[in-house]
T-cell receptor
Framework: GESVGLHLPTLSVQEGDNSIINCAYS??????FIWYKQESGKGPQFIID?????DKRQGQRVTVLLNKTVKHLSLQIAATQPGDSAVYFC????????FGPGTRLSVLP | NAGVTQTPKFRVLKTGQSMTLLCAQD?????MYWYRQDPGMGLRLIHY???????AKGEVPDGYNVSRLKKQNFLLGLESAAPSQTSVYFC????????????FGSGTRLTVV
């Protein structure tokens, strides 16, 4: 899950394996959630979103799962590639979006 | 399609100096935002705007001012820079309703010495 601190959680996966990145959110009233990818030295890029009336949504090689009971969001990346190496963070909609600190994904050759 | 453009990309300031960060978007988005990103922390909202001529405070507004005189531009000002304002600043824009995703700029890395 997300945590506040000086060091980001890190996930290392072998190239070709599936990656699962988790996010715990706090606002149970949020009805919209989003995942961003941020490569080193670049701005965040939209990956996929999900509304609270859904529990799963699929994109190209990515799937987002939403468990409202435990306020948990996950991002699954299939067949992880070197280009997937980045920081991934979730956002939840309140008056404005609130973003978690992220998880650093490292893809091993 | 440029999207969201931030200038400058890098800047070093001395304590007490002032500067303005410029954000420009070419998507005709109504909403614009300024965030700061610090190591190990999520993006924190400084100020935002829901339309030309409007601004509002976010989570960490102290020490910053903003202006939205034109719909496509959102300026972030530091009147008297402090070392605590050393950070990477991101501008973003979006179109109502607010549950549309944000388009981010590539960031401005600011160091205050």
């Amino acid at each position: 899950g997300e945590s506040v601190g000086l060091h980001l959680p890190t996930l290392s996966v072998q190239e070709g394996d599936n990656s699962i990145i988790n996010c715990a959110y706090s606002n149970s009233a949020s009805d919209y959630f989003i995942w961003y990818k941020q490569e080193s030295g670049k701005g965040p890029q939209f990956i996929i979103d999900i509304r609270s009336n859904m529990d799963k949504r699929q994109g190209q090689r990515v799937t987002v799962l939403l468990n409202k009971t435990v306020k948990h969001l996950s991002l699954q990346i299939a067949a992880t590639q070197p280009g997937d190496s980045a920081v991934y963070f979730c956002g939840q909609k309140g008056q404005n979006f609130v973003f978690g600190p992220g998880t650093r994904l490292s893809v091993l050759p | 399609n440029a999207g969201v453009t931030q200038t400058p990309k890098f800047r070093v300031l001395k304590t007490g100096q002032s500067m303005t960060l410029l954000c420009a978007q070419d998507m005709n988005h109504e909403y614009m935002y300024w965030y700061r990103q610090d190591p190990g922390m999520g993006l924190r909202l400084i100020h935002y705007s829901v339309g030309e001529g409007t601004t509002a405070k976010g989570e960490v507004p102290d020490g910053y001012n903003v202006s939205r005189l034109k719909k496509q531009n959102f300026l972030l000002g530091l009147e008297s820079a402090a070392p605590s304002q050393t950070s990477v600043y991101f501008c973003a824009s979006s179109e109502p309703p607010r549950d549309n995703g944000y388009t981010f700029g590539s960031g401005t890395r600011l160091t205050v010495v």
